[in-house]
């Protein structure tokens, strides 16, 4: 037994107007998304149309184009033809019962949404780790290549002073030749 709500209780329901819902309507229908419609043809919203918006909203809230957020919810929320079961008509005297079974929704949003949250960390976490592995890895190999970097400077160090005295050795000896010719 499903409880099928007006545009405006779905309205009141998502607190957006009412044309919000209608436009937002039309993009799902128009993108593949069946609603269940009562013998005028209008629209019968039903709790898994409300989810539906909700998810499109939620999208929405975060950024992603309306095209995109519209082709995804389709894709996730979209139901097949002939599915419906027996849908009850929400009326005011059963208030009780469509704020229980909203509550009830509101609940497994935010236990979705939970989970969505520690998905995020679990993921945010791993990818924390992967990148402070490679940064340590990075590290490794500037430290190896300054340590060839110090080696090859010590040797020219070397080489330059071995030169040094070399130079110096020929000008010293140089000198005393010049010394001895003097006698």
């Given amino acids: 037994m499903r409880i099928v709500y007006s545009t405006v209780q779905v309205a009141n329901v998502l607190n957006i107007g009412r044309s919000t819902v209608n436009k937002y309507a039309r993009s799902l229908e128009e993108a593949g998304y069946l609603f269940t419609k009562d013998e005028k043809e209008h629209r019968a919203f039903v709790d898994h149309d409300i989810v539906a918006f909700r998810a499109l909203l939620?999208?929405?809230?975060?950024?992603?184009?309306?095209?995109?957020?519209?082709?995804?919810?389709?894709?996730?929320?979209?139901r097949l033809p002939g599915s419906d079961s027996l849908a009850?008509?929400?009326?005011?005297?059963?208030?009780?019962?469509?704020?229980?079974l909203?509550?009830?929704?509101?609940?497994?949003?935010?236990?979705?949404?939970?989970?969505?949250?520690?998905?995020?960390?679990?993921?945010?976490?791993?990818?924390?780790?992967?990148?402070?592995?490679?940064?340590?890895?990075?590290?490794d190999q500037v430290n190896g290549v300054l340590s060839e970097v110090r080696q090859a400077q010590d040797r020219t160090d070397q080489q330059l002073t071995e030169i040094a005295g070399a130079v110096s050795r020929l000008e010293l000896h140089g000198r005393r030749k010049r010394f001895f010719g003097l006698f």
């Fill in 88 to 100: 009850v008509v929400a009326t005011s005297g059963s208030s009780a019962e469509v704020a229980t």
């Fill in 58 to 78: 939620d999208f929405l809230n975060r950024g992603v184009e309306y095209q995109s957020a519209v082709s995804t919810v389709v894709e996730r929320y979209k």
């Fill in 102 to 139: 909203n509550a009830k929704v509101d609940d497994l949003i935010a236990a979705v949404a939970a989970l969505s949250g520690r998905i995020d960390e679990i993921v945010n976490e791993k990818v924390r780790l992967q990148v402070a592995a490679a940064a340590a890895e990075i590290g």
